[in-house]
């Protein structure tokens, strides 16, 4: 069956420091992937997806990179944190086709001070 | 641009009750509509996924309903128990394999 790994489950960082936050899908082959970012009071905002290695598209302007390295890995990273980039960042995939379900990770509160 | 609204934003009834939850969507080219639950600080757990070529799922006390042409789902929960306290979320997936979410209606269920 597929499972989907996301980690760490929290993180306080400071102003300016980096970040990378992982996740890996097991149990499947070429997924699509995404990341959400959830802030406070408002609603679910897609910031990366990616449809095969090195494929990467973004869709809002923002403090943050992805990247693909391999299949089944998704990775958000941030050179120098900003305190707007506090939220709680989820992972999720999807087999590609129209027709199949979309799978989320646990989730990253992230807090930057 | 797809757009999806839920209405209501947040609700709160007493255990037992019947409820019905809306979702409503700008662009009805979809391949499919998926609802969510999502408790405080977890991830989003799947509950529902309607094809576009089918007009309701049911699971369990849960049942959605699509109706593409005017660009509307509900999902409708029997017999309401505390336990299905959570934020329930629709999300829209279109031609461009984006799926495109409702900000979610915030449901309490009290004893």
């Known amino acids: 069956s597929q499972t989907i790994h996301q980690w760490p489950a929290t993180l306080v960082q400071p102003v300016g420091s980096p970040l990378s936050l992982e996740c890996t899908v097991e149990?499947?082959?070429?997924?699509?992937l995404y990341w959400y970012r959830q802030a406070a009071g408002r609603g679910l905002q897609l910031l990366f997806y990616?449809?095969?290695?090195?494929?990467i598209s973004s869709e809002v302007p923002q403090n943050l990179s992805a990247s693909r390295p391999q299949d089944r890995q998704f990775i958000l990273s941030s050179k120098k944190l900003l305190l707007s980039d506090s939220g709680f960042y989820l992972c999720?995939?999807?087999?590609?086709?129209?027709?199949?379900?979309?799978?989320f990770g646990s989730g990253t509160q992230l807090s930057v001070l | 641009k797809q757009e999806v609204t839920q209405i209501p934003a947040a609700l709160s009834v007493p255990e037992g009750e019947n409820l019905v939850l809306n979702c409503s969507f700008t662009?009805?080219?979809?391949?499919?509509l998926q609802w969510f639950r999502q408790d405080p600080g977890k991830g989003l757990t799947s509950l529902l996924l309607?094809?576009?070529?089918?007009r309701e799922q049911t699971s369990g006390r849960l049942n959605a309903s699509l109706d593409k042409s005017s660009g509307r789902s509900t999902l409708y929960i029997a017999a309401s128990q505390p336990g299905d306290s959570a934020t329930y979320l629709c999300?829209?997936?279109?031609?461009?394999?984006?799926?495109?979410f409702g900000r979610g209606t915030s449901l309490i269920v009290h004893p």
């Open positions: 999720a995939w999807r087999t590609p086709g129209g027709n199949e379900k979309l799978f």
């Open positions: 149990g499947t082959s070429n997924p699509n």
């Open positions: 990616s449809v095969g290695i090195g494929q």
């Open positions: 662009d009805s080219a979809i391949y499919n």
């Open positions: 309607i094809q576009s070529s089918q």
């Open positions: 999300a829209v997936l279109g031609g461009s394999y984006i799926p495109t």
